[in-house]
């Protein structure tokens, strides 16, 4: 009997990942890989009796697809097993996306005839130059376990611990055909590059046993993953973990107990809970913004997810909509009040009456010098602002009064019928000369 039959039906029984008489969609492409699971679920003895239904996708990439869906579907009437044809509807201009629409099509596949997994060709070749391309990409330890056994929501990979090599003798001994995708040979593409001149130069030149080392690279990966999940759970508990309604908060402080690589951990855990994946870029700021973002200030993480401060407590949620800016208009010398919306914030004015003084900031300027009417605005590019050692921006203003980025969007700039920038409240006011009549001046007040 072929090591790989007994192999493969002691893997699916002793895996327990399925059951005698179990319905399974089978992804059969024409290839060497696909035909030989293939065979191995419809003639070998050892594995459970399955009820099989082969789907085949036609990417529509390439002029001769069409015959491969022929070819398919003879060797299915022969086998005496039911098949399942789809083609891409629109064209697909890269591997992801034939990927991303091949596994769709699967799990349509699944859910019509009722399946409880989907089985890919998947094997150890695969798992090498998956590895080694995540690696050259400079991915982390999660992208180095490769390609998993299993993958959500129902496929299986039960041909992940086979080299091509023993599958192409599999293949010969039973007497196989198959059919060769010729864009395999195709060196514009990154895998095949990779299969065909990378990883043979690095086998020759470098270590002879590249591609199995690259495979237990995967395994240990995975097996670092695997302990870290399990800790997870205790360096949650003194983090005052809640949970509610999409909404997720921690203790600050005790997060910045952490060391800074646990930390990172744990938030991406966290995110990762609502449905997010954070990549380097985006761990980073979370990872800054927990350990020198101000209470109410707030990042956006992508995906319509935010992590925000509120007092000593991490909030990871829905990132809530803003509402679109509303300035205000100041059209002489009042008195009147009113409203200005900037950034999501609702800030109070008032001005010429006693209600201006008492807002939280306040000032005065010379009537005969304003140009009405005045707006209440956020900061504009290119504002400056006359100050006594001269002209500044705006911008540098708001970064030396230590404004988070965040929080800038909601600073009021009150400019004249010009566009002259007059004050910003508690950051700088424009220089003034030397006042003379407290009656020619009109007090604002914001806030």
């Known amino acids: 009997m072929s090591p790989v039959l007994g192999r493969f039906g002691a893997s699916l029984i002793e895996g327990g990942h399925v059951a005698h008489g179990d319905r399974v969609v089978v992804a059969v492409s024409g290839g060497l890989d696909s035909c030989v699971l293939l065979h191995l679920l419809r003639f070998a003895a050892r594995p459970p009796s399955l009820d099989l239904v082969v789907a085949h996708f036609d990417h529509g990439m390439r002029g001769s697809s069409a015959d491969d869906a022929l070819w398919v579907g003879g060797l299915c009437r022969a086998w005496g097993v039911a098949v399942r044809f789809g083609r891409a509807d629109a064209v697909l201009r890269s591997e992801e996306a034939a990927r991303n629409a091949r596994y769709e099509f699967l799990e349509a596949v699944r859910l019509e005839v009722g399946g409880r997994l989907v089985l890919t060709g998947h094997h150890a070749d695969d798992q090498a130059e998956t ?111 809640e949970e509610e309604d999409g909404r997720i908060s921690v203790d600050r402080g005790e997060l910045m107990r952490l060391h800074p690589a646990v930390r990172a951990r744990v938030l991406r855990a966290l995110v990762g809970r609502l449905g997010l994946t954070l990549d380097e870029v985006g761990t980073r700021l979370a990872v800054e913004f927990a350990s020198s973002g101000s209470s109410g200030g707030g990042i956006d993480l992508g995906r319509s997810v935010a992590l925000r401060r509120e007092l000593d407590r991490l909030v990871l949620g829905a990132r809530i909509p803003v509402a679109a800016d509303r300035p205000l208009s100041i059209p002489d010398v009042g008195p009147g009040s009113g409203e200005v919306v900037l950034g999501g914030r609702t800030i109070p004015v008032a001005w010429g009456g006693e209600e201006a003084a008492a807002r939280l900031s306040a000032e005065r300027f010379y009537v005969a010098a304003l140009r009405f009417p005045l707006l209440v605005r956020s900061r504009g590019p290119g504002d400056r602002i006359r100050l006594p050692g001269g002209t500044k921006k705006v911008k540098k203003l708001l970064l030396e009064a230590r404004i988070p980025p965040g929080l800038r969007p909601q600073v009021p700039v009150v400019v004249d019928a010009e566009g002259e920038v007059l004050w910003i409240p508690r950051v700088a006011c424009v220089e003034r000369g030397p006042q003379s009549d407290v009656r020619a001046t009109l007090r604002i007040g914001i806030g």
């Open 131 to 241: 590895v080694l391309f995540r690696l050259l990409r400079g991915t982390g330890v999660r992208g180095l376990g490769g390609i998993p056994v299993t993958r959500e929501p129902a496929v299986f990979r039960p041909l992940l611990g086979f080299w091509r090599e023993e599958l192409e003798a599999y293949a010969q001994s039973a007497r196989l055909s198959w059919r060769e995708d010729p864009s395999n040979r195709e060196v514009q593409y990154a895998r095949n590059a990779l299969r065909m001149r990378v990883l043979p130069d690095v086998e020759r030149l470098v270590a002879s046993g590249a591609r199995r080392a690259l495979v237990r690279l995967a395994r240990l990966a995975r097996e670092d993953e695997a302990g870290w999940e399990s800790l997870l759970p205790e360096l949650l508990r003194p983090l005052g973990l």
